[in-house]
């Protein structure tokens, strides 16, 4: 275990008759870890040196140094190389994420394809395929999506089976960078997951452009590509609702971490940019504004702590929680972004200052994973469920 993380916590423990929902003392140590390793190392100089380059997707140097000190790794057992920690030692790591706009491919290897090996690989494939993930050899990703609108059991058309693949994917979150692909496609009468090798032959990916090019997106067509199945035959959308269950807490803590940094941003201009003599957080405009970010923020900070405690324990409305702390997070962090730039006022608009960075991931995230529009139909299905069946 990389002596730079901490043991697993026990957040979420029931005391008494209630539960705690808060984090331990121990991952409170990981939060200013993280906080202090980012603030010195994500900084708007760094993230701007990978939106202006064509040429650089990521950053390199950023995601070997979390492979370092073991983020890349943090749900993996010690048996397959690494850190052996909790699902919500990992959502303190995703809030700081967050925070500090990291220009690296975290969420699509970590929150999705290593969620999807450990929830459905084999122990051969997780041999081969955690250990590297776990150092940062290998980036993994999931390709689901086969063009604009909300991916369904219905949408998937790419063909899979015989060990291979056949389709276009588009977008795929860090396509473009992945040396390996967890690809939904149907086979038989149903769909299933397949392991796909990028770098091997009848695969052909191009860039796709989006609002936030630090986190890279791409087009992937396979011609008969090598594949392996992944998990049970027939079982791959079952398996991916639970992936992206997860990954929906996680990213949620990651939208979280930016809203609350839009909100200090926000306030710390408004408490030093003075107009008519006075500072411009004394208007009650601007005050109305950044109370509005407030309680959007704390208000997703209470649904993804919720979700963390919910993924930690494997609740029976793990998907209605996961549902709930992705909408919520999602309009949070849009809400932060835009009102950032408003409270910045004209200079809010210009490329000099950070608020576009922050307006252009929340763009982003709020539409990762199939976005907002399908995680509110997925909580209103879940509570429908709920209400029927007369649960509480």
């Known amino acids: 275990m990389n002596t730079a993380m901490v043991p697993r916590a026990n957040a979420g ?20 870890q993280a906080k202090r390793f980012l603030g010195d190392r994500s900084t708007p100089s760094v993230v701007r040196a990978v939106l202006e380059d064509d040429a650089k997707p990521y950053d390199d140097g950023l995601w070997r140094e979390m ?8 749900t993996i057992p010690e048996e397959y190389g690494g850190a ?6 990992l959502c303190v790591i995703a809030e700081e994420l967050g925070r500090s706009l990291a220009p690296t491919p975290f969420s699509s290897s ?3 394809a290593t969620e999807a090996l450990l929830i459905a690989g084999s122990e051969a494939q997780k041999q081969e395929y955690l250990p590297a993930l776990a150092a940062g050899d290998r980036i993994g990703c999931f390709a689901v999506s ?29 396509g473009d960078i992945a040396d390996f692909a967890v690809v939904l496609a149907r086979a038989g009468t149903g769909l299933s997951l397949f392991i796909a090798d990028l770098n091997g032959d009848g695969v052909s990916r191009k860039s796709v452009e989006t609002v936030d090019p630090t986190r890279s997106h791409a087009e992937i067509t396979f011609e008969n590509a090598a594949a392996e199945p992944l998990g049970e035959p027939g079982e791959g959308w079952s398996i991916t ?10 990213m949620a803590f990651e939208q979280v971490g930016g809203a609350q940094a839009c909100l200090d941003m926000a306030t710390d201009y408004a408490k030093n940019r003075f107009a008519f003599g006075r500072a411009i957080g004394s208007f009650q405009a601007i005050k109305h504004k950044l109370a509005d970010i407030y309680i959007a923020t704390e208000l ?4 993804a702590y919720y979700g963390a405690w919910a993924l930690a324990t494997d609740a029976p409305d793990l998907s209605t ?8 997070a999602s309009e949070a962090y849009n809400l932060a972004a835009r009102e950032n730039i408003q409270t910045h006022g004209g200079m809010g608009f210009t490329w000099e200052f950070d608020c576009h960075l922050y307006y252009r991931r929340a763009k982003l995230l709020s539409l990762a994973l199939g976005g907002e529009r399908r995680w509110k139909d997925r909580l209103i299905s879940q509570l429908e469920v709920r209400n029927s069946t007369g649960e509480e």
């Not at 052996?84 to 030692?89: A, F, H, K």
């Not at 609702?241 to 996680?250: N, P």
Request: glycine share 12%.
């Open 146 to 174: 086969e063009g604009v609108g909300v991916a369904n059991a219905a949408s998937i058309k790419m063909r899979g089976g015989d060990g291979v693949v056949d389709g276009t994917k588009v977008p795929v979150a860090d």
């Open 67 to 74: 492979a370092e000190l073991g983020w890349v790794g943090t």
């Open 110 to 112: 970590v929150y999705v």
């Open 13 to 32: 423990d029931r005391h008494g008759d209630k539960m705690n929902f808060d984090f331990s003392e121990e991952q409170y140590l990981l939060r200013d």
């Open 84 to 89: 052996g920690l909790s699902r919500e030692d």
């Open 300 to 303: 997703a900070r209470a649904n």
């Open 321 to 328: 929680a996961a549902a709930a702390a992705r909408v919520a």
């Open 241 to 250: 609702q639970s992936v992206f269950d997860h990954a929906a807490i996680l």
